[in-house]
């Protein structure tokens, strides 16, 4: 391959990878406009990738891949739901119970791999779908009209958050929950009610941001195949700024930062004669994060102003 063509594949994969970051980031999105931090997307997402590949597998339930997608995203919303009976209903401590229900997440999909596969899972998914015409351009065909329908449902769903939250009445009562919950209530907002099904999109979504990790981007499951994804797309909202396109553009730079690792072995750099370590390009995404959570840290203006604060109706 020349240098163009790895430039062009380079490109297609960004794309590809920075799907599962979409989607659980954008959820989480909703979760924290309403004032509630979800800090178990990993455990959740951990859920919807054994869900989706289970149901897909021969020897699974043999189900078709939009039907895996579906039972990742109830199995996802199943534990938001749980999120917020613990967060909203019982008032717990958010990041405590955030990683409490992460931890869940790896334990019992672990369980459940061993006692129902006893080996590693492989399903093929969703294959690349060419858009007419727009396929066929050059360049530009190759990289954003030859994917699959998870990675097009995914840029899609960007603008359609964007709206939802701006220019829609439920999109001005998240706003309004995460801003000022009280004055929210005050005037005839159900705050539990908006904070639930918040949790319960963040839910689904960080459960489809698994399925689409396992049956769209590698046909496989393995435990722990997230590697710290979940945490990361808590980050990609505050690097967001809670903003989806700012979102959009976080995930496109982590989904670099993430196949780093695999284009400077294939393009064979080295640093003073010696080849770069495999290992030491593995730490970028967590390097990154560790920036852009002091970086967001700058923004603290942007930021909900009851995020994980509980409300109680009739206290200020």
């Known amino acids: 391959m020349n240098f163009g063509e790895i430039l062009v594949e380079a490109l297609t994969l960004t794309l590809l990878y920075a799907t599962p970051y979409l989607y659980s980031a954008l959820g989480e999105l909703f979760v924290q406009r309403s004032g509630v931090l979800n800090l178990g ?12 590949i289970f149901a897909i597998a021969p020897a699974g339930l043999g189900a078709a891949p939009l039907m895996g997608v579906l039972l990742a995203a109830a199995v996802g919303a199943l534990m938001g739901l749980a999120a917020a009976v613990v967060n909203v209903t019982l008032q717990a401590e958010q990041g405590i119970s955030g990683i409490g229900f992460s931890l869940f997440g790896l334990g019992l999909s672990s369980l459940l ?11 093929s998914g969703f294959e690349p779908i060419h858009i007419p015409l727009l396929s066929d351009m050059p360049i530009i065909g ?10 097009y449902a995914a840029f899609a769903l960007v603008p359609i958050s964007a709206w939802v939250i701006n220019r829609t009445k439920w999109g001005l009562q998240i706003r309004a929950v995460g801003q000022n919950p009280a004055a929210a209530d005050t005037m005839g907002v159900n705050v ?3 904070r639930y099904t918040t949790l319960l999109l963040g839910g689904a979504l960080a459960g489809i941001a698994g399925a689409s990790l396992s049956i769209a981007l590698t046909g496989i499951f393995q435990e722990n195949m997230t590697e710290g994804r979940g945490f990361i797309a808590v980050a990609l909202v505050y690097f967001g700024g809670w903003s989806p396109w700012r979102v959009m553009l976080g995930a496109l730079l982590f989904s670099i930062a993430n196949n ?5 072995q294939i393009l064979e750099v080295q640093i003073g004669g010696q080849p770069i370590p495999p290992n030491l390009l593995i730490m970028v995404p967590y390097i990154l994060t560790i920036a852009v959570l002091i970086f967001a840290r700058q923004r603290k203006r942007l930021e909900p102003a009851a995020l994980t604060k509980p409300f109680q109706r009739g206290e200020n």
Do not use: C, D, P
Request: charged content about 10%; cysteine-free.
């Open 41 to 52: 997307v990993e455990g959740m997402m951990l859920m919807g990738a054994f869900t989706a």
């Open 113 to 123: 791999f061993k006692v129902l596969a006893g080996g590693v899972i492989v399903a």
């Open 142 to 151: 190759r990289i954003f009209f030859q994917q699959n329908l998870m990675v």
């Open 192 to 194: 539990v009610r908006v």
């Open 260 to 264: 780093l690792q695999i284009w400077v």
